[in-house]
């Protein structure tokens, strides 16, 4: 059993602990997807652990938010941020989730590893070789957003773990590197630190790939609704909050389908540890999706957001921006494929404005003059992304 931390109030500003929370829940998907990929039982205590802080801090949020709400009037205002801290401890329980995959020796089954070669941003391990030109290099110096859109989200060293690394961080020659980006990126940085990695061989990549495209869907779209329900709070957008109530309705469907099929797939007996873990990532990419509806309602009710919401998301290690493209745009008359945004400023976009409609955007979506991208990604892209949408030309976002 678990020990838990003795709470008493302590005066901690709500914008503080909301950040926290945020920055830990975020990072802790990605931990925990690592830990069911590598079978790493390492990095599954230490999402634990970090489940176990976001829990405290969730107590903490509570009892600012009691001090503060003296009258019906602050109890209103509060309530978006009440309804929002708990929907990101959902999300931190859903990590928790995953790592339990690992904890309790409950297995991982091999399509796995390839699930994660077909999402969109993949995660990838690598341990720094001797002769790589990354060894004593700083990750500032790198440069791996712009160059690669790669991040370094978690650096294994010897038996401790360095969390969200620092720009200052130096890396060292038998470093364990997790990494997050771009697929293209993602190889780019596999070679340049580390080796090929082993894959499947083609006979079971065929016998499960429609287990694999099913999940990966799952997981794309769980953290897609993720990502537009932070933006639907920061622009107070019930255009956007409507699209993540629509996605909510399409996961539960994707999930029992991705479930019924699993369950009538050709696994063999010795397989079934496996496969329960893969049914189990299933269910956490589903209350992953349904905490970040639960944020979308706030909108939906018609509740304001309070401003501490919006100063939280802004400054938040991965944030949410608006750019618009002016006529001087190199992005005009190209596809998001095309344009490379994620590559060039780091940032993903979420969702192209058009006028007064929001566009889900696809690989072959064109950007036309005139077009608000609604993008997220690390603080350091946002402003790249603003100069690669209106290089010399100002605009005015309403």
Same mark, same amino acid.
Do not use: C, Q, W, Y
């Given at each position: 059993m678990p020990k838990f931390e003795k709470l008493e109030y302590k005066p901690i500003p709500v914008r503080q602990l909301l950040l926290e929370m945020k920055n830990l829940s975020e990072l802790m998907i990605d931990l925990a997807y690592s830990a069911a990929l590598y079978n790493d039982k390492d990095l599954a205590e230490d999402v634990l652990a970090l489940e176990r802080r976001v829990d405290t801090l969730a107590y903490l949020l509570d009892m600012e938010i009691m001090v503060a709400s003296r009258d019906p009037k602050d109890a209103e205002a509060m309530v978006s941020i009440?309804?929002?801290?708990?929907?990101?401890?959902? $999300?931190?329980?859903?990590?928790?989730?995953?790592?339990?995959?690992?904890?309790?020796? $409950?297995?991982?089954?091999?399509?796995? #590893?390839?699930?994660?070669?077909?999402?969109?941003?993949?995660?990838?391990?690598?341990?720094?070789?001797?002769?790589?030109?990354?060894?004593?290099?700083?990750? #500032?110096?790198?440069?791996?957003a712009a160059r690669m859109g790669v991040d370094i989200i978690a650096i294994r060293r010897n038996k401790d773990w360095i969390l969200d690394p620092k720009s200052t961080e130096s890396i060292f020659q038998d470093d364990i590197l997790i990494t997050r980006g771009a697929p293209s990126g993602i190889e780019e940085f596999k070679d340049l630190a580390e080796g090929q990695l082993a894959k499947l061989n083609g006979q079971e990549r065929a016998r499960f790939e429609e287990i694999v495209t099913r999940f990966v869907e799952l997981k794309d779209t769980s953290e897609l609704m993720l990502d537009l329900a932070y933006s639907s709070l920061f622009l107070n957008s019930k255009e956007l909050a409507e699209e993540v109530e629509n996605l909510e309705e399409r996961m539960d469907q994707m999930h029992t389908d991705f479930e019924l099929l699993a369950l009538t797939s050709d696994f063999k007996k010795e397989e079934?540890? #496996?496969?329960? #873990?893969?049914?189990?990532?299933?269910?956490?990419?589903?209350?992953?999706?349904?905490?970040?509806?639960?944020?979308?309602?706030?909108?939906l009710r018609g509740i304001q957001p309070h401003p501490i919401l919006k100063l939280t998301i802004k400054e938040a290690e991965e944030t949410v921006v608006q750019a618009c493209v002016t006529a001087d745009s190199s992005l005009i008359g190209k596809t998001l494929k095309e344009a490379r945004v994620h590559e060039e400023t780091g940032m993903w976009v979420l969702v192209i404005k058009r006028g007064e409609m929001g566009l889900r955007p696809r690989g072959e979506s064109k950007i036309q003059e005139g077009d608000v991208l609604i993008a997220s990604g690390y603080t350091d892209g946002v402003e790249d992304l603003k100069k690669l949408a209106s290089p010399t030309q100002t605009c005015h976002i309403e």
């Open positions: 009440s309804r929002v801290a708990a929907a990101t401890d959902k $999300i931190s329980d859903a990590a928790a989730d995953i790592a339990a995959i690992v904890t309790r020796n $409950i297995g991982i089954h091999p399509i796995v #590893g390839e699930i994660f070669e077909k999402v969109e941003e993949r995660l990838m391990k690598v341990t720094v070789k001797a002769n790589s030109t990354i060894v004593k290099k700083r990750i #500032g110096e790198l440069d791996l079934a540890s #496996g496969f329960l #873990g893969l049914i189990r990532l299933g269910v956490a990419t589903e209350k992953i999706a349904d905490a970040a509806a639960e944020m979308a309602e706030v909108v």
